[in-house]
């Protein structure tokens, strides 16, 4: 399965909007792209998610390199509710998620 | 209110014996999941089932077993030969086994500590 690369880490101002990064060089032509965030002690919360044009929901917006290489999570104005661990990932031919570290996202009042 | 459900939310055990996690969906999903998180680590795939009576190893399924005897319902044992049993445990399920854009939906984790 292709891997992910993110940043460890990000800061952000509250009502800010912030860009949370991702590469996926090697991700093959059926790999969706998924974003998930993760509060402490709680499961994963499913985000958004893309093939190749870019997506919007009530959440955030999804960039999408034409290439398909990379993207961009955007969330419009930042809160400090998003304060989370943010994973970028590849839905392939298995089904299954196969999570990396994720950038920890930090909002500042 | 649809969602899964996993209990119980902290479990203690002793080192040696067996413990068995709760995961039940409500959600009329064809796939469930678990998978294990360390502290400052991303999560790791255990088991699979995408259908009932079948699933399939993760990527650390050693010291693990699973059954899947009803759509709803899909109980981790954490048996005494993992050896390093203490850690988050998360469910998930989704509506389409092997579709691609299918999101996830996880429970909150049952917090296993085994001394």
């Known amino acids: 399965d292709a891997k992910t690369t993110q940043p460890n880490s990000m800061e952000s101002n509250e009502e800010e909007p912030v860009h949370l990064p991702c590469n996926h060089s090697t991700i093959s032509g059926t790999d969706y792209i998924h974003w998930y965030r993760q509060l402490p002690s709680q499961g994963p919360e499913y985000v958004i998610h893309?093939?190749?044009s870019n997506v919007n929901n009530r959440m955030a917006s999804l960039a999408i390199a034409e290439d398909r290489k990379s993207s961009t999570l955007i969330l419009h104005r930042a809160t400090l509710r998003d304060a989370a661990v943010y994973y970028c990932i590849l839905r392939g031919s298995q089904g299954n998620l196969i999570f990396g570290k994720g950038t920890k996202l930090s909002v500042k009042p | 209110d649809g969602g899964i459900t996993q209990s119980p939310k902290y479990l203690f055990r002793k080192e040696g014996q067996n413990v068995t996690l709760s995961c039940e969906q409500n959600?009329?999903?064809?796939?469930m999941y678990w998978y294990r998180q360390d502290p400052g680590q991303g999560l790791r795939l255990i088991y699979y089932s995408q259908i009932v009576n079948d699933f399939q190893k993760g990527d650390i399924a050693e010291g693990y077993s699973v059954s899947r005897e009803k759509k709803e319902s899909f109980p981790l044992t954490v048996t005494s030969a993992q050896k390093n049993p203490t850690a988050f445990y998360l469910c998930?399920?989704?509506?389409?086994?092997?579709?691609?854009?299918?999101?996830?939906?996880f429970g909150n984790g049952t917090r296993l500590t085994v001394t």
């Open positions: 998930a399920s989704s509506i389409i086994p092997t579709g691609y854009n299918s999101p996830l939906h």
């Open positions: 959600l009329n999903h064809d796939a």
């Open positions: 893309g093939l190749t």
